[in-house]
Each structure stands twice: as structure tokens, then as C-alpha cells.
């Protein structure tokens, strides 16, 4: 079956004995045991296994051809449970630009697991090559980066790993299995932060980590997610499955939306640069066009100006509302500096924008009045 076919029908079996087409929420977090003492079904405690996780956890194994998933109550709780299940001392390869929460989870938090974790260009396979050694356990891979866009080759990358004997990561969360799905490139693991586009409606937060195949390393990320206990209620896994449903046609919406608005800020003359990877002016392009089936929702840009100027902006609009994070269907922008704050290595004048699924032309005319100033 098909992308779309599969997002609406993977899982509605599972803990739905009846009739109904939606399968029902399960809220009991304890499962009754047979007289001899032993589990007597699927579930026996909720943390463990339920039927509304094993329901995500079918659709998302399902969406980015994998052979299973563990679903996690925030994307940071899917990074920690998947650094948590390498050796002490391991080492790790992950981009410079890396999503700034798990620099903070390996730099603030995972201190005593004392991985040696080099931060780098991702995106140049030449650094990749240099960096590797015998001891690197894991390549971190995220495609496009925040908020520069800039593209890493996920086959090439994992080539160079798997010859080094390293694991490879993706965070999919950007692009999301529709736009890319890098376990059919060979990575070993994909990572999303399913508060962006698999709930799409900027209310839940979870996150999950996929595998390509069943191995001792996805156990220890299967018992990072059931013993280290961050895991999302049923209620939340049913209203992620439910937004899944829809999944692949919001991100041709978000795709369509973005790649218009991204030409028309191209051509706009108080606009330096645009990055996108849609765009033929991506440096990356190539890249794009090789490993991804649509460019996503997410655009940034330079705008001619200073901290001052891009803040002015980005305060001047109505429809898109001023907030960070991505994937809602209501399109928000941030002058990324001041939302990433100290430490921040984002230009001055960078305005980020998640584009939602308004229609286009109302999306357009807010911006292009909010550039007028
Ligand atoms: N990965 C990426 C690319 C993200 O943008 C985010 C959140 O912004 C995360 C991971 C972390 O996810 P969460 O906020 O669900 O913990």
C-alpha cells in the first residue's frame, strides 16, 4: 500500500475488538493478570506497552519503512534514550549546527556518561572522513540544519560511517518521512520530535525513534523508553495517530505554501538571502533534489538589515504569529537570534518562518505588508 493509504489505515486493529472504525482510548494504565499469576493478553502496565502507543508506534515504523519504533514523550526524551544506549566514553559525531537542545542534553545534562562528542560540519563528507575513528560509535545526522538549511548527503554520510563501523542517526523531524526517509539510505536510526508535523497542530508534545532493523542497540533504546519511563499517555499516542492520518497531505500543503512564499521573498529587495532548499540558489540543491521528495515547510532569510530591522518585521505581522517551533497548521516566525538567546550563533538579521496551511496569497500579503514596514 501507499504513503497515504498506510497513514490511514496502519494500526486501527490494534486494541479495537469492536466495530468502530477509530479505535477507542485506552486510559487503564493496569491490565488484569490470568489466576495462575500471569499476564494474560498483550498489556499487563502501561508504561510498559499499551494499545494507543502500539498504535503510533505501528503507523511510524509503517511511514518511515522500518521494522519497529518506540515512541517517547518529547524528541529530546527520543535523543536521550538513544545517546544513553551507547557506552560511556563513546564517541560521537554530530553537526555543529545541531538542534540546541541535544547540544544542551550532551553537554549540560549526560556530563557523567562521559561520551567524547565532537561537534562538527556534518554537512562536508570530507570533515566526515577525517573525524571518524575506530572508537566512533554514532554519526548525528540532521537534514536540513536549523536555521541555515544546509543539507547533509545521508547516503554518502552513511557509506563513510558503516565503513568505520558507526551507527547512523537522522533527525527526520524537519522533512518528516514524507519529504524524506532516510532508513531507505541506509541509516541505522531515525529520530523525530513528533511535537512538530506528526501533530501538526502546535497542542501535543512527544517525540519517537525509529529502526531500520531490530538490533541489540534499538533494545537498549526499547529499554531507555520503558525504563527510563518517558513515555507519552495514551491519550496523547491516540491524538498522534489521529493527526497522522493527515500527515501526508499537510506536508504537500506546507511544501506548496513555502516554496511560493520562498520564491516571492527571493525576489523581494529587502531580502539578502533566502535559504531553502527548493530553491535552485540552495548551494545544496543537488543534494535536495537527490534525497528529498519535497522541500518542507521551514524557510529562513537574511534580510537587509540588522537585529532591529528583522525584529521590526517580524512585529509587524498579523496572520503569522510570533512564536517558535514548527509544524503547526498556522504559519509563526521568530527573529531566531533573540529566541535562541545567549550563545546564539544565528545571524542578526535571520528571520525563521514555519509555514502553515493558510491559503497562500493571505500568507503572502501579510508578509510582504510586514516587510513594507
Ligand atoms: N529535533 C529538532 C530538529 C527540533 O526542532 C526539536 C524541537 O524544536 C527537537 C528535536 C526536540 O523536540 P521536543 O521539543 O519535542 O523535545
Not at 498506510?6 to 477509530?22: E, F, K, M, Q
Not at 519503512?65 to 514523550?73: E, L
Not at 493527526?243 to 513555502?258: D, F, I, P, Q
Not at 527573529?335 to 538579521?349: A, I, M
Request: proline share 6%.
Amino acid at each position: 500500500m501507499r504513503f497515504e493509504t498506510r497513514s490511514i489505515h496502519t494500526g486501527l486493529d490494534i486494541g479495537n475488538p469492536s466495530t468502530a472504525i477509530v479505535p477507542p482510548i485506552s486510559p487503564s494504565n493496569i491490565f488484569e493478570i490470568d489466576p495462575e499469576g500471569k499476564q494474560a493478553g498483550d498489556y499487563h502496565y502501561s508504561r510498559l506497552q499499551n494499545p494507543n502507543r502500539q498504535q503510533f508506534e505501528a503507523v511510524l515504523t509503517s511511514l518511515e519503512g522500518g521494522a519497529d519504533a518506540a515512541a517517547f514523550s518529547s524528541g529530546v526524551a527520543a535523543a536521550a534514550a538513544i545517546l544513553q544506549s551507547l557506552e560511556p566514553g563513546d564517541h560521537v559525531l554530530m553537526p555543529e549546527d545541531v538542534y540546541a537542545g541535544n547540544r544542551w542534553l550532551v553537554q549540560k545534562l549526560l556530563l557523567r556518561w562521559n561520551l567524547d562528542v565532537e561537534f562538527m560540519a556534518m554537512h562536508d563528507p570530507e570533515e566526515v572522513r577525517s573525524r571518524l575513528r575506530k572508537e566512533t560509535a554514532l554519526v548525528w545526522i540532521e537534514s536540513p540544519s536549523n536555521p541555515l538549511m544546509r543539507l547533509t548527503d545521508i547516503a554518502e554520510t552513511v557509506r563513510l560511517a558503516h565503513e568505520a563501523g558507526a551507527v547512523v542517526a537522522v533527525d527526520n523531524t524537519w522533512p518528516t518521512p514524507v519529504n524524506q526517509r532516510p532508513l531507505e539510505q541506509g541509516a541505522d536510526l531515525v529520530l523525530h520530535s513528533t511535537s512538530k508535523y506528526f501533530g501538526g497542530h502546535s497542542d501535543l508534545i512527544g517525540g519517537a525513534v525509529i529502526c531500520r532493523e531490530g538490533t541489540p542497540l534499538f533494545d537498549q533504546i526499547r529499554r531507555g523508553q520503558i525504563l527510563g519511563g518517558a513515555v507519552p499517555s495514551p491519550n496523547d499516542c491516540w491524538l498522534f495517530a489521529r493527526s497522522t492520518r493527515t500527515l501526508a497531505y499537510r506536508m504537500r500543503g506546507h511544501n506548496e505554501n513555502a516554496f511560493a512564499l520562498a520564491r516571492f521573498l527571493e525576489s523581494h529587495e529587502r531580502i539578502d538571502r533566502v535559504f531553502y532548499p527548493g530553491l535552485e540558489s540552495h548551494p545544496q540543491y543537488a543534494i535536495a533534489k537527490k534525497q528529498m521528495d519535497g522541500y518542507g515547510g521551514m524557510i529562513s532569510f537574511l534580510l537587509d538589515g540588522h537585529a532591529t530591522d528583522a525584529i521590526g518585521v517580524v512585529g509587524r505581522s498579523n496572520l503569522v504569529k510570533r512564536a517558535t517551533s514548527l509544524g503547526g497548521v498556522e504559519s509563526t516566525w521568530e527573529h531566531r537570534q533573540s529566541s535562541e538567546g545567549e550563545g546564539s550563533v544565528s545571524p542578526d538579521n535571520l528571520i525563521r518562518i514555519s509555514v502553515g496551511l493558510e491559503h497562500p496569497d493571505d500568507l503572502l500579503e501579510d508578509v510582504q505588508k510586514a516587510l513594507k514596514g
